[in-house]
């Protein structure tokens, strides 16, 4: 990222404190003076070079323009921060002209630098947990390699076996780039019954894969949704349409690690949940950083659900995604 470009505005007719005001600007801004040599030249004191670059501020003599590699709407990022406790949130801004894959790409370049920045603060020995989706897919392809982190990666839920997006896939991925082993977990995400769970469950290769996942320091997962246009589990011909009917007849609205939930962010009532092999929504709630990388208008429902839940603490989406969370949440709990 290029530093901030600071211009100090004037024009024909500027009053004489508008000059000294501009001047201020330029030697602090431009020329790189510190307040106190600001002073020393101006016959001043150090305050009142404080109190001037205030009032340029604040009348419009200075302006500022930040060049980002990815524009984004940071007003929306402390919006969400703010409302829903968030550790960061990273939005990205979107233009017109927009087509789905580019968004989807761009929103991806986003999540992966927050990743790399959280990767570079990691402890020997941390661990990285990932799920699916096609965001993570996104941020994953991003994620420039770096073999000398040497990190370790771990599928937080069972596989698929039908998209690009399946989780052992994008774990081996981000093995490959970080310069670590991938840890498989040796079972499918959904059984038909959960007496079936609960016989691959005991097996111990997948007892240890479950507790390793609930080790990691971070994890990347995406939101699904039960929209039948952005079911990642219908694309992957483990439920049907009248399987996703079903789930919102018992108010389900999104997934996340292969679990469903409804609009408060709670699992009770969805007998699904037994069946799927991962760890659980409350395991994610315990790990450190969980990143969540979602956008489109058919996840707002699961997006909101999720933050509601609190099974993420930092959220990638983009500006029309985010503005569409944030109204709906003030129409369904109007501030009073």
């Known amino acids: 990222m290029q530093p901030p470009h600071f211009t100090a505005l004037g024009n ?5 404190r508008e000059d000294l005001l501009a001047t201020v600007a330029s030697l602090y801004y431009k020329l790189h003076l510190s307040q106190s040599d600001i002073a020393d030249r101006l016959g001043v ?22 060049h980002a590699p990815i524009p984004r709407d940071f007003a929306a990022e402390q919006e969400l921060i703010a409302r829903f406790g968030l550790r960061d949130a990273y939005v990205l801004e979107t233009s017109a002209d927009s087509d789905e894959a580019s968004l989807l790409a761009a929103m991806g370049r986003l999540a992966a630098t927050y990743l790399q ?16 989706g096609t965001g993570v897919h996104a941020t994953v392809s991003a994620l420039p390699n770096n ?12 596989g ?5 997006v399946d989780s052992p896939d994008l774990s081996r991925m981000v093995a490959i780039k970080l310069g670590g082993r991938h840890h498989d977990l040796h079972a499918p995400v959904i059984v038909e019954k959960p007496s079936v769970r609960e016989i691959f469950m005991s097996e111990p290769a997948v007892h240890e894969g479950i507790r390793r996942a609930r080790s990691v320091q971070l994890a990347i997962t995406g939101i699904g949704a039960v929209d039948e246009n952005a079911s990642s589990f219908l694309r992957a011909g483990l439920l049907t349409r009248n399987d996703l009917t079903q789930l ?29 092999i991962g760890i659980e929504l409350d395991d994610l709630r315990k790990i450190p ?23 993420l603490n930092v959220l ?20 009073y």
């Open 248 to 276: 919102r007849a018992v108010g389900a609205v999104g997934e996340m690690v292969g679990r469903f939930f409804d609009r408060a962010g709670c699992t009770d009532g969805i007998d699904i949940n037994q069946r799927i």
């Open 117 to 132: 920045r959280a990767i570079a603060a990691f402890a020997p020995g941390a661990m990285l947990g990932v799920a699916w």
């Open 289 to 311: 950083q969980v990143l969540a990388v979602a956008r489109g208008n058919a996840k707002v429902t699961s997006i909101l659900g999720a933050l509601r839940g609190k099974y």
């Open 160 to 164: 698929v076996g039908a998209l690009v």
């Open 316 to 335: 990638a989406t983009d500006d029309t995604t985010a503005r569409a969370v944030l109204t709906l949440d003030l129409v369904q709990n109007p501030p």
């Open 147 to 158: 073999l000398a982190h040497k990190i370790d990666v771990v599928q937080l839920l069972g």
């Open 12 to 16: 024909n007719h500027m009053s004489e």
């Open 45 to 66: 004191s150090s305050s009142k070079i404080s109190r001037l670059l205030k009032e340029a501020w604040e009348r419009g003599i200075i302006e500022v323009q930040v």
